[in-house]
C-alpha cells in the first residue's frame, strides 16, 4: 500500500472498484431527508466508530492463516478474526469472531482444524473495564466459531502449540514486572479445566523453545507425556500428567571456556515398548561437538515418578542435526556433523559412537521409514539433505550389514540445494515430499516409496509452495504477481493460472458441499480475492469478491 494516508471503512475507502459505479448508479434512490437537509441514508444518526476504524500500513495486508475449511484474516482495528469459507462453487462468505485487543500471535493447530489466537488486551489497564489478555480458541472447519476463550492475568507473547492437539503453553511475558519463567499451560482439548499457571526454575536464563513428547513409559505410574522447556543454559522437564508437581530441571555442562552451554535441539524416544526404564531425552548444543543424552530412570524420591541420569559423548565435530534412530543393534542416536561429511550413531546405553562416512555434507535428517516400500528387516531409514547442490538428497538405511554399523547410504543428484522438505498429509500420498530450494527456478516432489524424485520447473524463482490441507495439491505463487500453479500430487500435471488483481497468498479449503474452494487473496482493494475451484481451477472461471473486510459487519 502506498502514499501517506490511512484508509478507513467509509462507504468509498474500502469498496471495491467494482461496486462504486452500482453505487452511484442507484445514488438518488439512497438519499432521504434528514429534518431541513439531504443526506446518505447510510449516514443518517451518524455512523458506527468502526467504520471510522484507521488501517496502518503494518496491517495491510493483514494477517491470514489457512485452515482445513476456512481462510482467518485478521482485523486489528476490529480486534476481530474474519473467517472466510465456501458453501459452493465460486461461492465465498465471511463470519467474524472477536479475538480480544492488542494481537500477539495467532497460530493454526497442527492439523489446522482449530486456530489459536493470543491478545494482550489493554496494556497499561488503567479502568477495571479495561480488557485482559486472552486466548481465544477458534473452530477452523466450513463452520467456524469460537470454541473457547481463556482470561489472563499478565500480557505474554509466546504460543507454544501441541502437535497432538491436547495442549497449548503461553509464555513470555511483557509487563512491567515480569516472571520470565512462568507458564500458563491450556488444555484446549477439555475447554473446562481451567488453565495452569507454573514457573520453573532456570537459574537466571527464560524459555526459549518448548517441545511437546509423545507418550513415554516411565518407571512409576501410567504413561504420559512431557513439556521440555529449553532456556539458554538448561533444559526443565514438566510432567504433563501431574503439571502442578515439580519439574526437573537439567543445568547444562560448562564449556572450556567457563560459560553455560546452550541447548540446540532436543530430541526424545520411548525406548524398548517393554522397558519402562528406558525413555531418553537428547540434546543437541550449541557450537559444541557433545551431545546429552539423558535416561528416565526409577527414583526412590518421593513425589517423582524417575530421575534423569546424564551421559555425554562427543560425536567428533559439532551436529547440526540429531534424532532417535532404530537399527538392529538397538536404539541409536543418529548425529550429522556436515562440517566433516560424516554422521555419528550414539548408543545411548554406553555412549559408544560409531562414525559413518556421508556421500554429501548433509546437515538435516527425519526419519521416513513408514513411508518406504524396501524397509530393512531392523532398523530405520532416514532421510538426509541441507548439503550443497551436488550433495542432493540420500536415504541412509540404519539396518546392519557385516563389518558396518548400517546398511547403506544411498545418494540422488538433484538440481537444487535442498533446504526445505514439506510434508504431504494423508494416508493416500503420505509417502510423498516436497523438496524446496532456497532462491530455486523449480522444485521436486519425491516419492519416498519409489526413491524417485519430478522436477517442477517454475519461470522464475521466489515462488511460496503449500501444500493443501487433504495432501492432494501443491500450490506455488509468487507473491505480488497475479500468477500462480496448481500441481496434482497424484498425476503431477501442473496447471498455470493468472487472475486479474496481484496475489499475496493463496489457500486450498474444504467447501460445505464437499468439494474444495481455492481463495486467492489480494493486498490491494482493500483486501479482495478470487475464488476458484481448488480441484478443477480454470482462470476463465473465477467470481472476484472485494472488500471483504468490511465482511459482517
Known sequence: MTGSAKPTRGLF???????????????????????????????????????????????????????????????????????????????????????????????????????????????????????????????????????????????????????????????????????????????????????ITKTIRSFGARPQRLTFTSELKLPNGPARRLLIVETEQDVTLVDLLNPLRDEVTIVLPKTPSGVSSQPAQVAFHDGNPDDVNDARVAIRL?????????????????????????????????????????????????????????????????????????????????????????????GDVALLWGGSQSDGIAFWSLGRTTGKPYRSVDAYQIGINVTQVQDVPGDELGQRKILVGQGATEFYVLDLDARTSFPMLTNQSGFDLSVAPDGGRAWAVRKGTPEFAQVDLDSLHPTSLEVQRDVSAVFDIERRDGGRALVALHGTGMLGATVLDALDPDSASTRFYPALLLGDL
Open 13 to 195: 475507502s474500502r469498496i471495491g472498484l467494482g461496486m462504486v459505479s452500482a453505487l452511484a448508479l442507484g445514488a438518488s434512490l439512497l438519499s432521504v431527508g434528514c429534518g431541513d437537509t439531504v443526506c446518505w441514508a447510510l449516514d443518517c444518526g451518524g455512523r458506527d466508530a468502526k467504520w471510522d476504524a484507521n488501517l496502518e500500513d503494518s496491517d495491510y495486508p493483514p494477517q491470514a492463516v489457512g485452515l482445513t475449511g476456512s481462510v482467518a484474516v485478521y482485523d486489528r482495528p476490529l480486534d476481530r478474526v474474519l473467517m472466510l469459507t465456501s458453501g459452493g462453487s465460486l461461492d465465498l462468505g465471511g463470519k467474524s469472531v472477536s479475538v480480544g485487543k492488542n494481537l500477539a500471535t495467532m497460530k493454526p493447530s497442527a492439523d489446522r482444524d482449530k486456530l489459536y489466537v493470543l491478545s494482550r488486551g489493554v496494556q497499561p489497564r488503567v479502568n477495571p473495564g479495561d480488557e485482559l489478555p486472552s486466548l481465544t480458541v477458534i473452530e477452523g472447519d466450513s463452520s467456524p466459531k469460537r470454541l473457547a476463550r481463556y482470561e489472563l492475568t499478565d500480557p505474554l507473547s509466546g504460543l507454544a502449540v501441541d502437535p497432538l492437539g491436547e495442549w497449548v503453553v503461553v509464555y513470555d511475558a511483557g509487563g512491567v514486572v515480569v516472571n520470565p519463567n512462568e507458564l500458563i499451560l491450556v488444555k484446549v482439548d477439555e475447554p473446562n479445566v481451567e488453565p
Open 286 to 378: 550449541t557450537g559444541e561437538s557433545d551431545v546429552v543424552i539423558l535416561e528416565l530412570g526409577p527414583t526412590s524420591e518421593e513425589g517423582k515418578d524417575f530421575k534423569p541420569t546424564v551421559n555425554v559423548a562427543d560425536v567428533g565435530g559439532v551436529p547440526s542435526s540429531i534424532d532417535f534412530v532404530e537399527t538392529d543393534g538397538g536404539l541409536r542416536l543418529a548425529a550429522l556433523v556436515p562440517g566433516n561429511r560424516k554422521a555419528a550413531l550414539v548408543d545411548p546405553a554406553t555412549t559408544v559412537v560409531e562414525s559413518v562416512s556421508l556421500p554429501g555434507g548433509y546437515s538435516q535428517l527425519a526419519r521416513v521409514t513408514d513411508s518406504v516400500a524396501e524397509k530393512p528387516d531392523f
